[in-house]
């Protein structure tokens, strides 16, 4: 579809010296405009004096007794009134339904004063009709001075002022969210609104604030002749599986496409153009978040002393925003990288100085290295804490590949150090985040995370009073390295679009979602459970590409269509990289007392005999003995195939 440039208005057509002189009225000082407004009120008082003695007598005179009586009469009346109730207080430019109720307040105290004086006092020459014809001649044009000055300043000056490319405008949705969000379009000079779209077919072809209302039916066909641009969507409401069946609709127009954010995101009353956003990846998943249980919920948290390892990271920040909102004794956030610790560490205080959160919950940040045993004993010995969510790792798969030393001491030695700790200080539950890349892993990254379940699992065996549980699941939305901010960022510099292989496909979760299942998964735990959260249908990554080029009102430059905006390159899979994820080693997962919570039947090896390896990978490790490494972890982990991609044996090149 062709983009209309600079759309060319009927306000376009006003003289440059009458729109020099509008800007320069507009950029006086506050004080100077209530001077004005005060003054052209005055005027429009007498010409409303004028007019109702014509109407009233049939004859026009622009001055005798009766009419200098009743601008006497009117002029000691209505300015201390406009002064008193603060009409002159409004800002014009915003001038709506909250103006012209002042207008009226005032008006009908000015309408019952002037009938006194006028209808039942009673002046000499003055018809007695006057003391309401006046009032109410006077409202009629006080209201049509502030909507011609709002339309001066909003529409006149602020087109002019802006030298944009001016976006035509749909809005889907005509409740009352895509009201608001007309009006302020209106103050926001980039914009013309040419209607409104909305799937009840009772309003097609009605009017909405002056403007129609197309049926979503009639779409496409709309698009076409309006020569649209962009369509807002209106519909903060509307569940996940229904905003993706609209928007899937939408990404095939060719326009560009941004939303409102959901609806317990919007405070009531104050929707505006601010408030929209690009669609994401969340909008598309089609599937509505189950609301979590708060017998789960709070069971491992509420009143009681939490950690998170990890803290500063994408999951642990999370964690820690909803452990806060639940209401611990105290939570300690232990995290290695300083600045990740500091942010997510101001961020919790100061939303619970906000009120946010509850102010009495002790926060502590320990800055720690937790491949280390002797300081992850000390700060769990210090604490004792009752619950600890274990999120540290490294997680960037290509990095883990190169660096598998780094790799496999952070994720697999910190989690038999805290695992260990956590059992001799008697914490009663530890909860490990797993990674749906340890199934049948082809990489560094998920095989040293199957041998973290493993530890918890093979400790859970042997009886401990630690109820160790993990929980696997695959990809969270806008995490640190995620594949949209990435691919959002290339189409904003105008491509090319890079993936990795046109067929890889994958699971995704949005973050909040993940930290609650994550909490409630753990409070079901009796010991060595391995908890796989419901992932939903996984999406191919070529087509995510697709959707997101044409939301945003671009075409895909393919060979079908070699005059596209934006091209897609494959640059192969990175070492360790798989086309499909797993989230089962074996099958039949037993279902669990939480709709999108499963629990995994999967064998482990002994405690004894892991322990055992564990020192040797301890000392391969610290010797920086790398292939020795890799050996022993291809010991642990037999289904660790580090040359396949996946089950069609997709090899890496």
């Known amino acids: ?77 209505w300015p201390p009134i406009f002064l008193a109730l603060g009409v002159y207080r409004s800002i014009f430019r915003f001038a709506g339904s909250g103006t012209i109720t002042d207008l009226a307040r005032a008006i009908s105290i000015f309408l019952f004063l002037m009938t006194l004086i006028v209808t039942v006092i009673g002046l000499p020459g003055v018809p007695r009709t006057l003391g309401i014809l006046v009032p109410i001649l006077f409202f009629l044009a006080l209201v049509v001075s502030r909507i011609v000055v709002r339309y001066i300043i909003s529409d006149l000056l602020g087109q002019r002022a802006f030298g944009g490319e001016t976006k035509r405008v749909l809005i889907y949705g005509a409740g009352s969210a895509g009201q608001q969000l ?86 009531a009353g104050k929707v505006s153009i601010a408030d929209l956003r690009e669609v994401e990846v969340d909008d598309l998943l089609g599937r509505d978040a189950v609301a979590p249980n708060d017998l789960l919920m709070g069971r491992t948290i509420l009143g009681k002393t939490v950690m998170v390892t990890g803290a500063g990271g994408s999951i642990g920040s999370e964690l820690c925003r909803q452990i806060m909102a ?37 926060i502590y940040p320990e ?22 969510f274990h999120a540290a790792a490294y997680k960037h798969v290509p990095l883990v590949e190169h660096n598998p030393i780094s790799g496999m001491g952070n994720n697999i030695l910190s989690t038999r150090n805290l695992v260990e700790a956590a059992e001799q200080h008697n914490v009663a539950h530890f909860i490990l985040i797993s990674t749906d890349k340890a199934v049948r892993p082809t990489n560094v990254m998920g095989a040293s995370k199957r041998v973290c379940e493993q530890i918890l699992q093979a400790k859970a065996k042997v009886g401990s009073k630690t109820r160790f549980s993990m929980v696997r699941f695959g990809n ?59 992932m939903g249908k996984p999406v191919k990554i070529y087509d995510l590409a697709c959707t997101l080029i044409n939301l945003s009102g671009l075409t895909v430059r393919d060979d079908d269509n070699p005059d596209g905006d934006i091209a897609i390159e494959e640059i192969g899979l990175r070492p360790g990289e798989k086309l499909f994820e797993e989230l089962l080693i074996g099958e039949n997962p037993m279902p669990t007392n939480h709709l999108r919570i499963m629990q995994a039947r999967e064998g482990h090896m002994p405690w004894q005999e892991l322990s055992a390896a564990l020192e040797r990978l301890e000392a391969h490790v610290q010797s920086g003995d790398r292939a020795a490494a890799l050996s022993l972890l291809r010991d642990l982990v037999p289904e660790y195939q580090p040359n396949a991609n996946n089950a069609k044996g997709v090899a890496i090149a």
């Open 1 to 77: 579809m062709k983009k209309i440039r600079n759309c060319k208005l009927p306000m376009d057509k006003v003289s440059p010296a009458i729109m020099a002189g509008l800007s320069a009225v507009s950029n006086v000082d506050r004080r100077a405009k209530k001077i004005i407004a005060f003054l052209v009120d005055s005027l429009i008082c007498a010409a409303a004096i004028w007019l109702a003695f014509s109407l009233r007598l049939g004859d026009w005179q622009l001055w005798n007794a009766p009419i200098r009586n009743v601008l006497i009469a009117s002029f000691m009346i």
């Open 182 to 267: 007309a009006l302020s379009t209106r103050h926001y000079p980039g914009m013309y609104l040419l209607g409104f779209v909305d799937d009840d077919r009772r309003l097609r072809g009605q009017r909405l604030d002056g403007s129609p209302v197309y049926h979503s039916g009639d779409l496409a066909a709309q698009v076409e002749r309006l020569g649209v641009t962009d369509i807002l969507l209106a519909v903060p409401s509307m569940s996940r599986s229904k905003r993706k069946s609209i928007v899937n609709e939408l990404k095939s127009l060719g326009v560009h496409v941004q939303t409102l954010p959901q609806i317990q995101d919007i405070v």
């Open 326 to 362: 639940i209401g611990p004794q105290r939570l300690i956030l232990v995290e290695m990288t300083e600045f990740a610790l500091y942010k997510i560490e101001q961020e919790l205080r100061e939303n619970a100085a906000a009120g946010i959160f509850r102010s009495y919950i002790e």
């Open 367 to 388: 800055l720690i290295n937790t491949t280390a045993a002797r300081p992850v004993s000390s700060v769990i010995g210090a604490y004792c804490p009752d619950t600890i």
């Open 476 to 534: 969270v939305l806008g995490s640190s390295g995620s594949v949209v901010p990435r691919f959002k960022e290339q189409i904003a510099s105008g491509g090319p679009v890079t993936l990795t292989h046109r067929d890889i496909i994958r699971y995704f979760m949005t973050i909040p979602e993940a930290a609650q299942l994550v909490i409630q998964a753990g409070s079901m735990a009796q010991g060595g459970e391995v908890f796989v959260l419901d």
